[in-house]
Nanobody
Framework: QVQLVESGGGLVQAGGSLRLSCGASGRTFSNYAVGWFRQAPGQEREFVAAMRRSEGSAVYADSVKGRFTISRDNAKNTVYLQMNSLKPEDTAVYYC???????????????WGQGTQVTVSS
């Protein structure tokens, strides 16, 4: 089992920045790929970014490419999502997830955090 806890959400004006953190406990965190997803009210959960087991290559949704950066610190069992140039359409609950392989499909992920709310005002 892997337990994930997100933090860092909040209210920010358009154009601002936030950094989300996701702390992991349980099994060896470095054995897992990690992903960030988001879900706005009335919408399906959508992929945001993901990173393979080792700190390195990442994949991003087109809607956040160039604005968001995923990173991980395996020594601290933590994954981050730096969000810059935020837009009102980025408003959602953001979730981190862990899986043995990197994928953009949320249903494939085995472990999920409880989510953190991000609200971007115009």
């Amino acid at each position: 089992q892997v337990q994930l806890v997100e933090s860092g959400g909040g209210l920010v004006q358009a154009g601002g920045s936030l950094r989300l953190s996701c702390g992991a406990s349980g099994r060896t965190f470095s054995n897992y790929a990690v992903g960030w997803f988001r879900q706005a009210p009335g919408q399906e959960r959508e992929f945001v970014a993901a990173m393979r087991r080792s700190e390195g290559s990442a994949v991003y949704a087109d809607s956040v490419k160039g604005r968001f950066t995923i990173s991980r610190d395996n020594a601290k069992n933590t994954v981050y999502l730096q969000m810059n140039s935020l837009k009102p359409e980025d408003t959602a609950v953001y979730y981190c997830a862990a899986n043995t392989v990197v994928t953009t499909t949320p249903s494939v992920y085995d472990y999920w955090g409880q989510g953190t709310q991000v609200t971007v005002s115009s």
